[in-house]
């Protein structure tokens, strides 16, 4: 979930970045009226704008525990879905081998 000070709608996002790139995350948020979608892609959303975000679900994969078990990965997916499995390949083709 995605919220904006002074703001009561919650939106969603995906992120799109590696556990390599924190403290920063990069979201894709999907453009569309809905007022947290809509200010995200405003003048408003500047950099250095303080949001919160609040992540959901397990879906991950670890170098450490999955990348000597899997020679190859193969990842599917469709829409907004995409974003985690670019994630996953970003850190799948980073990690040593």
């Not at 990069?26 to 250095?48: F, M, N």
């Not at 704008?49 to 190859?72: C, E, I, K, M, N």
Request: aromatic share 8%; charged share 15%; hydrophobic share 45%.
């Amino acid at each position: 979930d995605f919220f904006i000070d002074g703001m009561q709608a919650v939106g969603g996002y995906s992120i799109c970045s590696t556990p390599a790139e924190l403290p920063r995350l990069r979201l894709a948020v999907k453009r569309s009226r809905h007022p947290p979608a809509a200010w995200c892609h405003s003048e408003a959303a500047l950099p250095g704008v303080v949001v919160q975000v609040r992540s959901g679900g397990g879906f991950d994969w670890d170098p450490a525990r999955d990348g000597a078990l899997a020679p190859h990965l193969l990842l599917v997916a469709g829409g907004i879905g995409i974003n985690p499995l670019y994630s996953i390949a970003q850190a799948a083709l980073a990690a040593p081998a």
